[in-house]
């Protein structure tokens, strides 16, 4: 019997379910024990990242299977494929980082061909790590189906000496052990203790962020993101997601009705109060280049800079992912938002309902310890920064959260190094001066290749008591982790020519995260002087495989670092096809 809410002769799935000519087709799915009934419903494809490289994914299979009882309730037939993922946290500190970038066009790719391979008719999306939630959404707008995002949650604080602990604590722990303030026993016990259980790194970091987007652009259900992995109270998230896509493909509501640009903005509203990471500046505008918006760096920063700071989430704050989910999570945070006349309330949501419509069922109010009510913030600014200037046209961005204005200025000579390994090494020894302004080039997009991101650099100088003495500047990119005045994403980047590659041992260099530059006390003489000397990019290592690949296609930082012409240049809409 045929599922009459639906009508089968609109969907992709049509073309591999119905009529003689797909008898065929038709037989393998019976092998697998599908159902006349199931065959002839709504085919929902149920995405993981799921593997076995880090605790971030290591909960989405189970969740998985509560998102299809979902999608099976709601009368669709869910169909589970999984897809790659790289982890930061893993492939930190050393050649891995290439990978973690470009993993994100992997990630949006695979799950494309899949759905596109097997004609599914909605898209429900599990992701757990940095890039593979932003990549989960890109692949969502791209194909334009009725699609739910569900994170796969945050990870439990570890404990010690009487006091929460993250990932972050132990990258920091290793430049107190390089400074001689911390011993091998202690650093022992810190890395048993920090991450006591599943889930995605807890600190407002990269995960954290964009589990927090995932809300706030409607993609996701509303406080869907909150709950530790742990938890099996996720699996109800799990459940509704399910079955809240079948309630989108019956409505037709598709990802780009959902992700507008009144929805990039209200995202990069949360992103700015809540103190999230950098990396949003790089994947708000790759998603918004799927549905052919132009919503840039720069479109980002203006809405950061004008948006209050008031959640109080570590690194520069106090509290972690769990504390806020306790308070209420995104809902109150959207709730305060609104509240100061920031939140767009006519956008389409993942429930079919208004954003505005889902604010009015909130009831919890701000805590004033997690969230602060956004008429007395923590700061009347955002917690992230843009900057721009002569030392990057293309801009740049900076997380200021947990600094204090007078720290948010700082000029020094530049001390320049090629590659984060040198960088690194020199931390290491202590090779450097306060004051200075350590640069590190040749790490953007396409001259990394893959925009690595500095965490073991970053964590290891304010274990030393530096990250306050130092300033440092990148064309790649900063751990949602990082603190201190550690801007990244510099434009263009060293191996396109930008003013970076340019740059000599003693420049003397502005940052201002109040007026918003970043700048090098040369002429434009001396900079046209210097590019006319300039040899070209440094040659890379990477010849050939999936990094040569990424490299020749990556554009800029400013754009977030996309691989193709996006949704300006479709001819061909896969739901209509």
């Known amino acids: 019997m045929k599922n009459r809410r639906f009508d089968k002769s609109a969907l992709p799935s049509r073309h591999v379910t119905e009529g003689p000519a797909r008898a065929p087709h038709r037989s393998y799915f019976y092998a697998m024990g599908i159902s006349e009934q199931e065959i002839h419903q709504p085919w929902v494809g149920v ?55 470009a993993s994100r066009e992997a990630i949006t790719d695979s799950v494309e061909l899949t759905m596109r391979g097997h004609c599914y008719d909605a898209l429900v999306g599990l992701a757990g790590c940095d890039k593979s939630l932003p990549g989960m959404m890109m692949a969502m707008v791209r194909l334009n189906v009725p699609s739910v995002f569900i994170y796969g949650g945050s990870i439990l604080p570890g404990r010690l000496n009487g ?59 509303l406080n869907s993101s909150g709950a530790p992995a742990p938890y099996e109270s996720r699996d109800e998230y799990g459940m509704a997601s399910g079955e809240a896509v079948m309630n989108l493909i019956e409505k037709n509501i598709r990802a780009r009705d959902v992700v507008t640009r009144k929805a990039l903005e209200n995202a990069a509203r949360v992103v700015a109060c809540t103190g999230g ?3 949003a500046g790089l994947h708000l505008p790759a ?70 419509e889902e604010l009015d069922l909130i009831t919890r109010e701000a805590d004033g310890r997690v969230i602060y009510p956004s008429a007395s913030p923590i700061t009347k600014t955002g917690g992230v920064v843009g900057l721009k200037g002569n030392l990057a046209p293309d801009g740049a961005i900076v997380k200021v959260a947990g600094m204090k204005p007078e720290e948010q200025v700082f000029t020094g000579p530049a001390r320049v190094f090629e590659c984060e390994e040198d960088a690194f090494e020199a931390v290491k020894a202590r090779a450097y001066k306060e004051g200075e302004v350590i640069v590190i080039r040749n790490e953007g997009p396409a001259g990394g290749p893959g925009m690595r991101e500095m965490l073991a650099t970053t964590a290891a100088l304010s274990g030393q008591g530096m990250g306050k003495k130092v300033a440092l500047i990148t064309d790649g990119r900063f751990s949602g982790a990082t603190r201190g005045f550690c801007v990244g994403h510099v434009g263009p980047e060293a191996a396109h020519g930008g ?34 000397e300039w040899k070209g990019p440094r040659p890379t290592q990477y010849a050939s495989g999936a990094l040569w690949k990424y490299a020749q296609l990556v554009g800029g930082a400013r754009k977030g670092a996309v691989t193709h012409p996006g949704a300006r240049a479709e001819r061909h809409v896969y739901m209509d096809q």
């Open 287 to 356: 998603i918004a280049h799927e549905a052919g918006i132009d919503f840039d760096l720069f479109d980002v920063c203006d809405i950061f800079h004008d948006t209050p700071y008031f959640v109080d989430l570590k690194p520069g704050g106090q509290f972690v992912a769990k504390d806020l989910y306790e308070v209420g999570g995104v809902p109150v945070v959207m709730k305060e938002l609104r509240k100061a006349g920031m939140i767009h309330e006519d956008c389409i949501t993942a429930s079919g309902r208004s954003m505005g």
């Open 499 to 532: 003013p970076i590659a340019l740059l000599k041992d003693g420049d003397m260099i502005t940052l201002n995260a109040i007026t918003g530059e970043l700048s090098v006390a040369l002429s434009d003489d001396e900079l046209a002087s210097r590019k006319a």
């Open 163 to 221: 006091q929460d602990v993250t990932v972050q604590d132990v990258f920091e722990a290793v430049g107190k052990h390089q400074a001689g303030n911390y011993s091998d026993a202690e650093l022992a016990v810190l890395e048993r203790v920090a991450c006591p259980s599943a889930g995605a790194c807890g600190g407002q970091f990269t995960a954290n962020t964009m589990a927090c987007v995932s809300e706030a652009i409607g993609l996701a259900l």
């Open 277 to 279: 990471s950098t990396n």
């Open 47 to 101: 995405a993981t990242c799921w593997n076995e490289a880090a605790p971030c994914n290591i909960a989405l299979n189970r969740q998985a299977q509560a998102v299809k009882q979902g999608v099976k309730v709601g009368g669709g037939t869910p169909r589970e494929f999984t897809t790659i993922t790289v982890t930061d946290g893993i492939a930190m500190g050393h050649e891995g980082m290439r990978s973690s970038l």
